[in-house]
């Protein structure tokens, strides 16, 4: 039989990337498909921490084999804000992409640096035990946004060697050199290959 993992999270598009990367072997459900309709607290200071929160929250609440994942956008002259304050950047009790990008052009204006990384944690807990993948990719954030492609922060940022924001990118290239693409290889090689429970 088919081992079943749930992905803590209803974003249709995460989903699909999984589903892609870990074709017919393993069967990826969503929150939605074991009924979880909780709004699942995100409260710790880290990515990893809200990982894990999230991962313990579905493991606790529904005993299976879980996964869930957080991504932080790090800048460098803001001491690495917005980090795990990404999505609520701009307001703290909503998620508004428009304004999130708006403010962290307005920060850097007067800076000399515009480096910056995004980073994604997953947390896997799979026969009781706890493993973190991580993924990362570092680049600069530009000046005005370019690019209509992804969402959130992609129009102003660009990842190293490419010259090109994320949104000026289609979703394969950018899912090649991505924080998440890469995090989510890691998980995917590690339940392919490493995994030896079943
Ligand atoms: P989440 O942990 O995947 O929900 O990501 C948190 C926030 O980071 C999102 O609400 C987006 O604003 C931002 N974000 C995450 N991944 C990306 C990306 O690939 N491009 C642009 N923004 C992203």
Not at 43 to 69: I, M, P, R, S, W
Not at 150 to 157: A, E, K, M, S
Request: glycine share 8%; with cysteine; net charge negative.
């Amino acid at each position: 039989m088919k081992r079943k993992l749930v992905f803590a999270t209803n974003n249709v598009h995460k989903l699909n990337e999984i589903r892609a990367m870990l074709g017919d072997r393993i069967e990826v459900l969503s929150l939605a498909d074991i009924d979880c309709h909780a709004d699942i607290p995100e409260t710790a200071d880290t990515l990893e921490g809200n990982a894990l929160q999230k991962a313990h929250y579905v493991y606790d609440h529904y005993h299976c084999d879980c996964f869930a994942d957080d991504t932080g956008l790090e800048v460098e002259a803001l001491d690495g804000a917005p980090g795990v304050h990404t999505a609520r950047y701009a307001y703290p009790d909503r998620h508004d992409p428009e304004a999130n990008t708006r403010k962290l052009l307005d920060e850097l204006k007067e800076k000399n640096s515009r480096r910056a990384q995004f980073r994604t944690v997953i947390a896997l807990i799979i026969s009781g035990e706890e493993h973190l993948f991580e993924g990362k990719v570092e680049g600069h954030i530009a000046t005005e946004k370019r690019g209509t492609e992804g969402f959130g922060y992609d129009p102003v940022f660009i990842p190293e060697d490419t010259g090109l924001t994320f949104a000026q990118m289609g979703p394969d290239a950018k899912n090649r050199i991505s924080h998440r693409g890469r995090a989510v290889a890691q998980l995917c090689d590690f339940l392919l290959h490493d995994c030896t429970t079943h």
